[in-house]
Each structure stands twice: as C-alpha cells, then as structure tokens.
C-alpha cells in the first residue's frame, strides 16, 4: 500500500506541459500571488484545509498526471467555490483556453462569477440545480437525470475533485455518460475518490471510517448524513468508467486510509476517452 498504483504511464498519452522544477515554479508563483481571489473562510464550503494550496496542489496532479496543457477547454464538474478554477486561471492560456464550472451550491457560482469571470472572460461558472441531499436538497434535476448544455466533444478535460465522494452509487454511471460525451476522443477525465480495500494493515488509522449499508456498493461515513462522504468497493469506479466509454489510465491511492507514503489525501483515477460504445 505505500506505493501508489499506476496502472499506465500518462507520459505515453499526452506529453507533459511542465514537470519537475518548471511545474514548482508555478505552482510556487501561484501561492505566493497575493492578488489572486481567495473567499472569506466563513464561505468556504468545499472542505478542510488552505483553499489556495489545495487548489495549487490539484493544479499540479492536473498537469502531471492527466496531461492537462494550457490551450485546452476545461469542464469542472461540482466547481465549488472555485477551489480549483483559481490556480487554473494561472496556467490555461487566456487567449486559446476554456473553463466551464458547474455546482449545485448557488452561492459558490455567484462568488465565483463575481470573483473569477470578472477578471477572467474565459473562465464562465453556473448553477445546476441538481438534487443533493448535502448541498442541494431542494434541487429539481434528479442526479441520475444529469445533462449539461454542451455540444457532443465541447471539452478537452473534465475534473470531478470531491464529487463522486458525496453522490449515491447510483448517480456515478450518468454522470460518467454525460462528461463522456462531452469530451473529444483523447479527452481525459479526473475523478477523486474513496476507495475501499481489503484490510491488509491493522495498524493503519484512516482519517475517515467507513461502513457499509445494504449490499450496495456505497460505503458511509455518516449514518445520519450519507452523502457527506461516500466510499466505493474496489472496482466499482472502474467498471462505471469503462461503461461510460473510457479507458482507465491511472489509479493512484491517497493517504486517507492511513499507513501511506502517498503525497495526496484521496485516491486519484484518470480515465481516457476512447471510441468504445456507451453501454
């Protein structure tokens, strides 16, 4: 477990923007750029932690391991309050580059757009009003109905950073269809996830404890509130991917579970769109 699972080489997909001490650098400028907007902590709803430096780090697994390059159209699916879009605005190019956001917490649209859009045109964000019983419980788009107003092969890379974590085994597949869709043959999607593994060290201690409810797939942390973290069995994000017509390219565990060397706190998937059917 103190080695994380590659099950491709991403340097055989696409080549690297930047690497090494090029990508430190910006993401070194990016931390230490004092005008870039950052919400008041009482607003920020997307989870623990530095809301820049989380977002810096995203911006460098983004580039490193799911190719991202800077002239791409960026889907980003669950955007929050902007965690991710902000470092992103310091890398994609703004003449040739796209970002779309999405969220079902309305607030986080409204700061985004007054914040980000209006400092960067090419970076739009907007409310979907899904159903979600942790952010969005008055919703009126049930999840496993999701579409989203774009062309068939609009986007070159979607994220979906702390999503499937909080969404029913149930929605994962049409959420997986839709940003299949989306994306052009060779886009890439990346997916941060719990997964959960067969026990193999007792003397681990994972931040977050799982149990099972039913025979599902679905792991809770929190009995009274499932969807404030979900897990998944091993496996099941794969199969969902492949049924959405993608090809897995990378698996990489997080350190959450505990007895980790990992330097990122989720489990990381990047999947590659490929010519497969759409089951």
């Not at 929050?80 to 999405?102: E, N, S």
């Not at 149990?211 to 679905?218: D, I, L, M, N, W």
């Amino acid at each position: 477990m103190n080695s994380p699972v590659l099950i491709r080489d991403t340097a055989g997909l696409l080549p690297v923007a930047l690497s090494g001490e090029r990508l430190a650098d910006l993401q070194t400028y990016v931390l230490r750029n004092r005008f870039l907007p950052v919400p008041p902590s009482e607003d920020n709803f997307v989870g623990d932690g530095d809301y820049l430096a989380i977002g810096t780090e995203f911006l460098g697994h983004f580039i490193e391991l799911g190719g991202l390059r800077d002239h791409e159209k960026v889907l980003d699916v669950g955007c929050g309050i902007g965690r991710m879009a902000v470092p992103l605005t310091q890398f994609l190019d703004q003449a040739k580059a796209r970002y779309v956001g999405f969220d079902p917490a309305s607030a986080g649209i409204q700061w985004c757009t007054r914040n980000i859009s209006s400092v960067y045109p090419n970076f739009r964000f907007a409310h979907l009003d899904v159903a979600n019983s942790l952010y969005n419980p008055e919703g009126y788009i049930r999840g496993s109905e999701v579409a989203l107003p774009f062309a068939t092969g609009a986007f070159d890379f979607a994220i979906m950073t702390s999503v499937v974590t909080h969404l029913p085994a149930e929605e994962i597949g049409p959420y997986f269809k839709e940003i299949s869709r989306l994306l052009g043959k060779g886009g890439r999607l990346f997916v941060s996830a719990f997964v959960m593994l067969p026990d193999k060290n007792p003397d681990a201690k994972p931040r977050i404890t799982f149990q099972r409810t039913g025979e599902g797939p679905a792991w809770f942390a929190d009995a009274k509130e499932p969807m404030m973290a979900v897990a998944f069995d091993d496996g099941f994000i794969e199969s969902a991917l492949q049924a959405a017509g993608f090809e897995l390219a990378v698996k990489r565990l997080g350190h959450w579970r505990g007895g980790s060397s990992s330097l990122h706190y989720q489990d990381f998937f990047v999947a590659l769109k490929t010519n497969a059917e759409v089951t």
